[in-house]
């Protein structure tokens, strides 16, 4: 299969650059994957979409402020991207500078912090921090939210609240989960209200999500690694929804990763630990039985996840719908919901 096999037209103007006016108020649609059945509802209308006894999993990982702006001595900017934070005050990220990078090169993010290049691997380097106070405290007081190459912005305060989870708690992402971001407190209150359980695994959203396919043949295709943990308790939450007849319901593609990486032996079981799972057309699903997502870039491991999911042509024919429609895609985009 090539990876040109799950390209579709998409106008640029319908690519999100803002979140939607409120967090809650986006369109969702809806997808069967038995029928190819589409239809056009909103994310409100979600709880009316789940039973009793079934089981939503989501995502509770928090994005950090991972990008940095500095100055190397020779006067010239720098951009840090931060892949995610090392022990000891490292940190391994993608440098875009005018010249090269070399190990022992230094740069200054403010008066009285700098970056030492302390190791290179293919497109990543590994820096240490000079300064008086941890990479999180650095984070915190310079860097600025990592919104998606696609949204073609600089970030603002509002994307430091609406490119984040209502549940977000485990620090860690450099890109938000974002079929997460269509939830409010009030959604979730009304899906419990009506006995469908909630559980959270935790997925460190890497930068590789943003990385496009450079091969044709998408078996030829190596994953990045992220960083999860699946807990026993949410195993057993599984166990009970399945002992119930109830579905399980994954928030987002971050989410499938994590339950299907944990099922991996055929049981699900807790899993802590790095996973590069490539889930394409042909995989067979051992732990989700329905899929909250939203729309993914033409020729992306996402959308072949969707598509293993759902079936290519019925994915790329609701997609052709959702370009019509003049839905919202990517990040600050609409929903789908498949089931």
């Given at each position: 299969m090539k990876r040109?096999?799950?390209?579709?037209?998409?106008?640029?103007?319908?690519?999100?650059?803002?979140?939607?006016?409120?967090?809650?108020t986006s369109r969702m649609l809806c997808l069967d994957r038995q029928t190819g059945a589409v239809r056009d509802q909103m994310i409100a209308d979600?709880?009316?979409l789940l039973q009793p006894g079934d089981l939503l999993v989501l995502n509770n990982t928090r994005v950090i402020p991972a990008r940095l702006y500095g100055y190397k001595?020779?006067?010239?900017?720098?951009?840090?991207?931060?892949?995610?934070?090392?022990?000891n005050n490292h940190?391994?990220?993608?440098?875009?500078?005018?010249?090269?990078n070399r190990i022992g090169s230094r740069f200054q993010i403010a008066p009285g912090i700098e970056f030492e290049i302390i190791n290179?691997?293919?497109?990543?380097?590994?820096?240490?921090?000079?300064?008086?106070?941890?990479?999180?405290?650095?984070?915190?007081?310079?860097?600025?939210?990592?919104?998606?190459?696609?949204?073609?912005?600089?970030?603002?305060?509002i994307d430091q609240t609406r490119y984040q989870t209502v549940y977000a708690e485990a620090p860690g992402a450099v890109a938000a989960p974002t079929a997460g971001l269509h939830f409010t407190e009030a959604l979730l209150q009304q899906i419990r209200a009506q006995g469908v359980a909630i559980s959270y695994v935790t997925l460190h959203v890497g930068l590789g999500t943003f990385q496009p396919m450079r091969v044709d043949n998408i078996t030829d295709h190596v994953m990045h690694y992220e960083r999860l943990d699946v807990s026993s308790a949410v195993c057993d939450a599984v166990?009970?929804?399945?002992?119930?007849?109830?579905?399980?319901?994954?928030?987002g593609t971050t989410a499938?990763?994590?339950?299907?990486?944990?099922?991996a032996t055929g049981e699900l079981q807790p899993y802590r630990g790095e996973t590069n799972l490539f889930i394409y057309p042909g995989y067979e699903f051992r732990a989700v039985d329905a899929l909250l997502t939203n729309f993914h870039l033409p020729e992306s491991?996402?959308?072949?996840?969707?598509?293993?999911?759902?079936?290519?042509?019925?994915?790329?024919?609701?997609?052709?719908?959702?370009?019509?429609?003049?839905?919202?895609?990517?990040?600050?985009?609409?929903?789908?919901?498949?089931?």
């Open positions: 040109q096999d799950f390209q579709y037209d998409l106008p640029s103007e319908l690519i999100a650059q803002t979140p939607s006016a409120e967090r809650g979600l709880p009316g001595p020779s006067g010239g900017r720098i951009e840090i991207m931060i892949e995610r934070v090392l022990e940190v391994r990220v993608k440098l875009h500078a005018s010249n090269p290179r691997s293919g497109e990543l380097y590994d820096l240490g921090l000079h300064a008086g106070m941890s990479i999180e405290s650095v984070l915190e007081q310079h860097g600025h939210m990592p919104l998606p190459p696609y949204i073609q912005r600089a970030d603002t305060e166990a009970r929804a399945r002992q119930a007849g109830g579905r399980v319901i994954a928030v499938v990763r994590s339950l299907e990486t944990a099922a491991t996402l959308l072949m996840l969707v598509s293993a999911f759902a079936g290519r042509e019925q994915v790329l024919a609701a997609y052709r719908h959702a370009v019509a429609a003049e839905y919202r895609f990517f990040s600050y985009g609409d929903a789908m919901f498949i089931y």
